[in-house]
């Protein structure tokens, strides 16, 4: 009697996909926090054109004093006050000196003041806030009852202060500005360090045994820049109008350095004869205050997390 066995062999079967397992799979690639940052805020079209618009005012201000024929101290009382030109693009000033070039070369003392001017206050308040927040107690009560009643003085009168007792110049402006505008980050960040040192990550740092020093500066600071890089940003064009103003009135940029502001000043003075004079530096300072603050708020939005899809 025979027996007939089946076999089945591998080929036999036929493997059947579970269509259940195609919700579980990551439809969207991982990014990290900041390229996702960039992504949100390239999607802003205003705020592109207003970095677009920094990136070509700070090139001009870099290469066109390096390649250009003139120099912002050149003097040619015979083509004093001419008007705009194929030869002088905007003009010359009562000496002779191309505006051109001295309006870029004033652009760099200008952006030099609004970016340190803003970054290095910044910063001094983000160590300032970072120890306030973490020690609290008695420390905490002294530095926020000192910057209470340091903010009750508008911050132009520290800063004309200064100006007269250490002098003119683009790095007396910036020192100026870090004396007296790093108490609002330094407020921003204390309260943000209150919130987030009560965080688990940061109960189980203090039980690995991590210093103060490495719990603010390494775990907590770091989660407070978002907030921070936007208070840096809209900073500068207050800090840009701060050296303007200084400059305009003769307590900021001494002659024959040019700053924006300075030759606003200098415009001023013949306006009705030269309008040009004083309405270049002036159409400069407001378009790149307002293509700072278009930016600012671009990077507002795209770090803000409430706004993520």
């Not at 059947?16 to 990290?32: A, F, N």
């Not at 407001?286 to 706004?307: E, I």
Request: charged residues 15%; hydrophobic residues 50%.
């Amino acid at each position: 009697m025979n027996k007939t066995t089946n076999i089945l062999l591998p080929n036999a079967f036929e493997f059947v996909e579970d269509p259940q397992l195609d919700s579980d799979s990551i439809t969207r690639p991982s990014v990290t926090f900041w390229k996702d940052v960039w992504r949100r805020l390239f999607k802003n079209k205003v705020a592109m054109l207003g970095l677009f618009i920094i990136t070509i005012i700070t090139i001009l201000a870099i290469c066109v004093p390096l390649f250009s024929e003139y120099t912002y101290k050149g003097q040619d009382l015979v083509n004093a006050n001419a008007l705009p030109s194929s030869t002088h693009i905007f003009g010359t000033d009562n000496l002779g000196r191309d505006m051109w070039v001295r309006v870029w070369v004033g652009a760099r003392v200008s952006l030099a003041v609004g970016v340190f001017g803003s970054v290095i206050p910044s910063l001094i308040g983000i160590v300032i806030g970072g120890i306030s927040g973490y020690f609290g107690g008695k420390l905490d009560m002294l530095i926020m009852r000192f910057i209470d009643v340091a903010m009750c003085v508008p911050s132009m009168i520290y800063i004309i202060l200064i100006m007269l007792f250490i002098g003119s110049g683009p790095i007396s402006i910036i020192i100026a500005f870090a004396l007296t505008g790093w108490m609002g980050s330094a407020r921003s960040v204390r309260g943000m360090i209150l919130q987030l040192k009560e965080m688990e990550y940061v109960l189980a740092s203090k039980a690995l045994g991590a210093s103060s020093a490495s719990l603010i500066f390494n775990h907590l600071i770091p989660n407070t820049l978002g907030i921070v890089v936007v208070s840096m940003t809209m900073g500068i064009p207050s800090a840009i109008f701060y050296e303007a103003y200084l400059s305009f009135i003769g307590l900021g940029v001494a002659p024959p350095t040019p700053s924006w502001g300075q030759l606003s000043n200098a415009g001023i003075a013949v306006f009705r004869v030269y309008p040009s004079q004083l309405m270049i530096p002036s159409a400069l300072i407001s378009l790149t205050m307002l293509s700072f603050n278009l930016f600012g708020d671009g990077l507002r939005d795209a770090l803000d997390p409430k706004l993520r899809s």
